[in-house]
């Protein structure tokens, strides 16, 4: 069911793909596989900016906008200064023994085999024509309709959880009192 | 307006949205480094939801990025109290390797 496709006659859309599909996986790789925290961090910020501009390529305007706003700003943010606040850059992670390493990259090769050997053999979910109803699904007026109408009890909900997430998170880095 | 998916295919990002998840669970597997294997989780997590876009954008409905909204909730909390707990380990004992945090073993 795969389809190679033809560099020669690539549309630009195709040529953005590509690109923004290369950078994601190897700063993602690099985010994993480099040792300083800092540069880790700093690869995972443009891992997931390019994630916005899949969203971007995708329509989904206010998704990319919120992906850039909540993880490049606040989750990468939180990590960057968890990192500094650590201090980690004297290097002290041990060596860890060989087999370790062997079996996570044996463990990556089997499962992205079995994965997208699976999603090749399935049932065949595109036949190569992708219909186009040319009403408006996705924008912001939309998504809010059904945010607040069909998913109001979820919407809530959530508010109630990073409510309790900053509660927790609070408590949890405060520095516990002497014992009298 | 035609859709974006008859240029560049359902199943391509399909095999984008695998390999980034088979990353995240390799990093998870390779580093013992704490915030390292955090950043992991939060490619497998993001992997997962350039999927159900591209499968909101298939399906020409909105649903699929309303589950977006609600898992980009849910790790933003996950991380917060996460790296909490990260720093008070960091601040007991000074690693956040984690081999070395086997104080439940019996």
Redesign the interface.
């Known amino acids: ?3 190679i ?1 033809d560099i020669a006659n690539a ?1 630009p ?2 040529i953005l ?1 590509s690109v923004l ?1 290369l950078v ?2 190897s700063t ?2 690099l ?3 480099s040792k300083k ?1 800092m540069h ?2 700093i690869y ?1 910020v443009i ?2 900016t390019s ?1 916005s501009g ?2 971007l ?4 305007q ?2 990319a906008f ?2 850039l706003i ?2 490049v700003g ?2 990468m943010i ?2 960057l200064f ?2 500094m ?2 201090n ?1 850059n004297n290097e ?3 060596h ?1 023994p060989r087999i ?2 062997l ?3 044996v ?2 090769c089997l ?2 085999l079995v ?2 050997s699976i ?2 053999n399935s049932k065949p ?2 036949d190569g024509s ?6 408006d ?2 924008s912001i007026k ?2 809010g309709k ?2 607040l109408n069909e ?1 109001m009890v ?1 919407f809530e909900f ?1 508010s109630v ?2 409510l ?3 509660i ?3 408590l ?2 405060k ?1 516990e009192k002497l014992e009298k | ?12 990002y ?3 949205s ?10 998870v ?5 704490a ?2 294997v ?3 989780i ?2 497998m997590l ?1 992997a997962v ?2 999927l159900f ?2 499968f ?3 399906h ?4 699929g ?2 589950f ?3 898992s ?10 996460g ?6 380990i ?2 007991n004992m000074h ?3 984690v ?1 070395n945090l086997k104080n439940l073993k019996g």
């Open positions: 069911m795969i389809h496709p549309t859309i195709q793909f599909s994601t996986l993602a790789f985010a994993i596989y925290p880790n961090a995972l891992c997931f994630i899949h969203y390529l995708l329509n989904a206010f998704l919120v992906n909540v993880y606040a989750i939180l990590m968890t990192i606040l650590m980690l002290n992670e041990v860890k370790t390493r079996g996570a990259i463990l990556f499962m992205c994965l997208i999603f090749m979910i595109a992708y219909d186009v109803t040319g009403e699904y996705q939309i998504l059904i945010l998913y979820p959530a959880l990073l309790v997430a900053m927790g998170a609070v949890l880095s520095k | 307006m035609e859709n974006i998916l008859d240029q560049i295919g359902i199943e391509n399909i095999f984008l695998v390999i980034l998840f088979c990353i995240g669970v390799f990093g597997l390779y580093r013992r480094n915030i390292v955090f950043m992991s939060e490619i993001n939801n350039l876009a591209a909101s954008t298939y020409q409905d909105a649903q990025q309303i977006v909204f609600f980009m909730a849910v790790a933003a909390a996950e991380v917060a109290v790296l909490a707990i990260l720093v008070s960091f601040r690693t956040i390797d081999g």
